[in-house]
């Protein structure tokens, strides 16, 4: 039988550390917390090994640009570099094809890992069509809650005379008075004309704030204050695509302005929050001038109708209220005269 010898040096290693192992047994306090300490890196060491495993650690893929490029293609080259394409929105953009990628996210030449979603925003192969909802006979504000729950809008208002202030009279799709048996559809986003009463003593109107408002708020607030959406301008840095971001920075006509039923308001939108919240201020300051005049006007014209009451209806002080009165109407014709 072979035997075989061991170094009393390794041998005294091994002895030594039986030694060591013996004495933390015969501490059961101290040997339980090193087993503790000895498990805990264990599942540190473990749980890093299976991070790197799930997270793909190392396995970076460079996004490629899919702007401009069709859906199907896009799908395809994502594969080949083991991404995932997500249609998150779509648009109608009449000078692009159908199912072009507009935009993505994250952009073109990002890092990113394997498996990663790609956001895009397609081009439509056509705006989608909805049935115009017939608001004849009904309070204009009801008509444009409805007009716009059906995603659409205002063209124009027409103000006729009528005793019926700010009731439509007719409603019109490209020249066609409609009924309530039509059955029309537009594109959506499009917008109807309105004709609308209009009681010659009531034929004004208060300006609303449109300034920071996004374009389709800046409509709704003007259209239901018997308002017309002049010109639309918007800053050189916005398209099709950030266009929904923008927000009013000025409008012709400041808010809190006196002005007649049907008065085009024209509106200037940007991306610049530091012009919007300048244009903004400005404008707040205005229009509290504005209002202070108004209340004073109108405080005048209270006290001058009292007077003539304690007189019991001197003419005299019946033309100083139809005086003050007529003071009080300072209404604003054109939105050219002032802008903010």
Do not use: C, M
């Given at each position: 039988m072979e035997n075989r010898s061991v170094s009393p040096r390794r041998a005294g290693r091994k002895s030594q550390k039986q030694s060591l192992w013996a004495q933390l047994k015969s501490r059961p306090l101290l040997y339980h917390a090193v087993l503790i300490v000895l498990t805990l890196v264990a599942i540190i060491v473990l749980s890093s090994l299976l991070m790197m495993v799930i997270t793909r650690?190392?396995?970076?893929?460079?996004?490629?640009?899919?702007?401009?490029?069709?859906?199907?293609?896009?799908?395809?080259e994502a594969k080949d570099k083991a991404l995932e394409i997500i249609i998150n929105d779509s648009l109608f953009v009449p000078a692009y094809e159908g199912g072009i990628v507009l935009d993505q996210l994250p952009k073109g030449g990002a890092e990113?890992?394997?498996?990663?979603?790609?956001?895009?925003?397609?081009?439509?192969f056509r705006e989608k069509m909805v049935k115009v909802p017939y608001v004849a006979g009904r309070s204009l504000r009801q008509a444009k809650n409805m007009l716009e729950v059906a995603g659409l809008g205002i063209e124009k208002l027409v103000y006729v005379e009528d005793i019926a202030t700010n009731y439509v009279l007719a409603e019109i799709v490209d020249g066609r008075e409609l009924s309530e048996q039509s059955n029309v559809e537009l594109e959506m986003g499009s917008g109807v004309v309105l004709k609308v009463g209009?009681?010659?003593?009531?034929?004004?109107?208060?300006?609303?704030?449109?300034?920071?408002?996004?374009l389709q708020s800046a409509k709704s607030r003007l259209w239901e204050q018997?308002?017309?959406?002049?010109?639309?301008?918007?800053?050189?840095?916005?398209?099709?695509?950030?266009?929904?971001?923008?927000?009013?920075?000025?409008q012709s006509l400041g808010h809190n302005t006196t002005t007649t039923l049907g008065t085009s308001v024209s509106l200037w939108l940007t991306l610049d929050q530091e012009k919007i919240d300048k244009s903004s201020a400005a404008s707040d300051k205005i229009a509290h001038e504005l209002e202070e005049e108004r209340l004073r006007l109108e405080q005048e014209r209270q006290d001058s109708l009292d007077r003539v009451e304690a007189a019991g209806g001197n003419p005299i002080f019946e033309a100083l209220q139809?005086?003050?009165?007529?003071?009080?109407?300072?209404?604003?014709?054109?939105?050219?005269?002032?802008?903010?």
């Open positions: 650690h190392g396995t970076h893929r460079t996004v490629p640009d899919f702007t401009g490029v069709k859906i199907d293609q896009a799908r395809n990113v890992k394997a498996g990663r979603k790609v956001y895009v925003t397609i081009n439509s209009v009681d010659a003593e009531k034929n004004s109107t208060i300006v609303p704030k449109a300034i920071g408002q996004s018997g308002l017309n959406v002049g010109k639309v301008n918007f800053d050189e840095d916005i398209n099709l695509l950030n266009q929904k971001n923008a927000r009013v920075y000025r139809e005086s003050s009165s007529a003071s009080k109407s300072t209404v604003v014709e054109s939105e050219e005269e002032e802008w903010f």
